[in-house]
């Protein structure tokens, strides 16, 4: 109703006029379409080609798209352009580079690929992807898994993917080794490195693919080395996940890491955010739903805004095109 209407566009014509710049990001994961028996989770395929094709037009004709740098200049007191939006990826799934980078450069759109570097000089599966093959291809459909805790896995059951990803993103201290290990054992999976390559070659850029993207014009930036849920960890991983990564990805592309998009997207408590700067990164990203609004220069003592908390807006394959454009005009109604 609202974008039949035309009351979003006049909400977003109206945000060029406001005196408070705001700055909507938009994060995706895998571009792909729906498939029926593929081994791979669902919940990570945000948009379908043709919906990120729309979207992507979409950001183009209701703002400016920006990169980090112009980023970087507004929070150092820099000027924006009108209605600066940002369109940024987490995780490093080769449709980053096989699909949407083509729309992105056919448009013109600048575009952030944040990188869990573990996964990219070996072929290996992200945990949550590793989660979804091992239940897909449960030979014991119901067993209980011992570690951490007592847990009855149901492999046929629909909520038990979300089950054990939440589980893996909040326990402190889980050896996520160990837990996969024992969940491949409990429902009686054939697994070898070399399967599981076979599974993550197809889904997960290498690093020439990271280089070429960072060759054709978008900025990369980290998303920690293993993808862990920053506050689970203790002091020694914390440091790996975090300076590690900016390591990897300043070996291999030859040029400064400045940015963090934190795995889950959760805002990370301040010994984190501390942690965070303190491993050399200038800036760290959220999902926590909303846009950031940069204050005229006389007003940012009093309106501050955290740079190692900057929002952004999530996307969702069953996000309907007026859904999108309703949480960039009005951020309360956002996904």
């Given amino acids: 109703m609202l974008d039949r209407s035309g009351t979003l566009d006049v909400v977003l014509r109206a945000g060029r006029l406001a005196p408070v710049a705001t700055i909507r990001i938009v994060t995706f994961h895998r571009i792909a379409e729906p498939a029926g028996d593929?081994?791979?989770?669902?919940?990570v395929v945000d948009a379908t080609p043709a919906q990120f094709r729309r979207h992507v037009e979409t950001?183009?004709?209701?703002?400016?798209?920006i990169g980090l740098n112009t980023l970087f200049g507004a929070l150092d007191g820099g000027p924006l352009p009108p209605s600066p939006v940002m369109l940024t990826f987490d995780d490093g799934y080769r449709s980053?580079?096989?699909?949407?980078?083509?729309?992105?450069?056919?448009?013109?759109?600048?575009?952030?690929?944040?990188?869990?570097?573990g996964f990219c000089g070996q072929p290996r599966l992200y945990w949550w992807e590793k989660i979804a093959?091992?239940?897909?291809?449960?030979?014991?459909?119901?067993?209980?898994?011992a570690y951490p805790a007592p847990l009855l896995v149901d492999a046929s059951d629909p909520g038990a993917r979300r089950l054990l990803n939440d589980l893996v993103k909040d326990t402190p201290g889980l050896d996520l080794e160990r837990f996969l290990a024992e969940l491949r054992a409990v429902l009686d999976?054939?697994?070898?490195?070399?399967?599981?390559?076979?599974?993550?070659?197809?889904?997960?850029?290498?690093?020439?693919?990271?280089?070429?993207?960072?060759?054709?014009?978008?900025?990369?930036?980290?998303?920690?080395?293993?993808?862990?849920?920053?506050?689970?960890?203790?002091?020694?991983?914390?440091?790996?996940?975090l300076a590690g990564s900016r390591r990897d990805l300043e070996n291999q592309l030859g040029r400064e890491v400045r940015a963090i998009a934190y795995p889950v997207g959760r805002r990370p408590p301040a010994?984190?955010?501390?942690?965070?700067?303190?491993?050399?990164?200038?800036?760290?990203?959220?999902?926590?739903?909303?846009?950031?609004?940069?204050?005229?220069?006389?007003?940012?003592?009093?309106?501050?805004?955290?740079?190692?908390?900057?929002?952004?807006?999530?996307t969702e394959r069953t996000l309907s095109d007026a859904m999108f454009r309703t949480q960039l005009a009005i951020p309360a109604l956002a996904f």
Wanted: glycine share 6%; net charge positive; aromatic share 6%.
């Fill in 133 to 145: 093959a091992l239940l897909h291809q449960a030979r014991g459909r119901s067993a209980t898994l």
């Fill in 189 to 241: 999976v054939p697994w070898s490195p070399k399967l599981e390559a076979a599974l993550a070659r197809p889904l997960i850029m290498t690093w020439d693919d990271i280089r070429a993207l960072a060759d054709a014009g978008i900025e990369i930036g980290s998303h920690t080395r293993n993808h862990r849920v920053l506050e689970t960890l203790g002091t020694d991983e914390l440091r790996d996940e």
């Fill in 271 to 314: 010994a984190v955010r501390r942690a965070v700067a303190e491993a050399g990164y200038r800036v760290g990203l959220t999902n926590a739903s909303g846009v950031n609004h940069v204050w005229p220069s006389a007003l940012r003592r009093v309106f501050t805004l955290d740079r190692f908390s900057i929002r952004r807006l999530s």
């Fill in 38 to 43: 593929e081994p791979y989770d669902p919940d």
């Fill in 59 to 65: 950001l183009a004709r209701i703002g400016t798209p």
């Fill in 96 to 117: 980053c580079r096989d699909v949407a980078l083509p729309v992105l450069r056919e448009l013109g759109v600048p575009a952030t690929c944040f990188i869990a570097t």
